[in-house]
C-alpha cells in the first residue's frame, strides 16, 4: 500500500505543496470524526475491523520490481461504508502499521495516503454525492453507478496520481512508467470495482447498519437520505 521509495530529495514547491495538502485534509477528517458514533462500540468495531483486514490485505501485492507494485486499495469501499473522514484516518493507521512492520517507511506515507486514499475515496464520494442530486433513487443505482463505477473511476485518477508521484520523485523515468505500469494501474479498475459493488450489494442486505452512505429510506422507499457522514445512523429512517 505505502509507495516505497519516495524519502528520496524531491523539488521543493511539490514538496510542500504535498505536505499542505496531506496535513491540512487529514487534520480536517480528524475533526470531522462523530464522537458519538465512535462511542458505539458495534460501529466502532466494525471499522477497525475492516481498518485491520486492508491492512493486512495491502501487505499482499503484486509488483513489477521495488517500488511499483499493484494492490488493492479498498479506499471506496471503505468511504461508502463508513464515511471519508473514517475511511482515511483509519488508512493512514493502517499504512504507519505497515510502516512500523517493515512494508515502507513512515516519510513515504503524506504521498501514499494522497495517492491512493485521498483521490480514490473523493473521486468516489464525488460521485454518490452526484447521484444522490441527480439520478434515481434506485438500489441498482447505488451498486453499480457508486459501487462499481465509482470505485474503477477512483482507481483509474489514483493511477494517474500514483504514476505522477514516481515520475516527480525522479525514482523512474516517465517513458517506462507511461509503458510497464501505468496501464497495469488501469487494469486494476476492474478489479477494485467489482469487489466494491460485490461487497456492497451483500452488505445493503445483511448488514445495512454497517453502510453509512446507504439509505432504505431513500434508494428503496424514495424520501430524501439525511447526510451519513455528519449524522450517526438513524435506525428509525429504515
Do not use: C
Not at 453502510?211 to 431513500?218: G, K, P, S
Not at 439525511?226 to 435506525?235: E, K, S, V
Request: net charge neutral; aromatic share 16%; charged share 10%.
Amino acid at each position: 500500500m505505502l509507495l516505497n521509495g519516495l524519502a528520496t530529495p524531491w523539488p521543493l514547491m511539490p514538496w510542500l505543496i504535498i505536505q499542505i495538502l496531506f496535513w491540512s485534509i487529514f487534520t480536517a477528517s480528524i475533526f470531522r470524526l462523530n464522537l458519538e458514533r465512535l462511542q458505539s462500540l458495534h460501529d466502532t468495531s466494525a471499522w477497525a475491523m475492516t481498518t485491520l483486514f486492508f491492512t493486512l490485505l495491502w501487505r499482499l501485492n503484486a509488483g513489477i520490481e521495488p517500488g511499483l507494485s499493484f494492490h488493492i486499495f479498498g479506499a471506496s469501499l471503505m468511504t461508502l461504508l463508513f464515511g471519508f473522514p473514517y475511511m482515511l484516518v483509519g488508512g493512514v493507521l493502517g499504512m504507519i502499521g505497515n510502516a512500523l512492520s517493515g512494508a515502507g517507511q513512515i516519510v513515504d506515507i503524506p504521498v501514499s495516503a494522497l495517492a491512493v486514499l485521498v483521490v480514490p475515496g473523493a473521486m468516489t464520494y464525488l460521485l454518490w454525492k452526484l447521484s444522490v442530486r441527480h439520478l434515481p433513487p434506485n438500489f441498482f443505482v447505488y451498486v453499480w453507478v457508486v459501487g462499481f463505477f465509482g470505485a474503477a473511476i477512483g482507481m483509474a485518477v489514483s493511477a494517474t496520481a500514483v504514476t505522477s508521484a514516481l515520475w516527480i520523485s525522479g525514482l523512474f523515468d516517465l517513458h517506462y512508467l507511461m509503458n510497464y505500469f501505468f496501464p497495469f494501474m488501469l487494469m486494476q479498475g476492474f478489479p477494485e470495482g467489482f469487489i466494491t459493488g460485490t461487497i456492497l450489494s451483500l452488505l445493503v442486505v445483511y448488514k445495512p447498519e454497517w453502510v453509512a452512505t446507504f439509505r432504505d429510506a431513500f434508494y428503496l422507499q424514495h424520501r430524501h437520505p439525511r447526510d451519513a457522514h455528519h449524522l450517526p445512523r438513524d435506525r428509525s429512517d429504515d
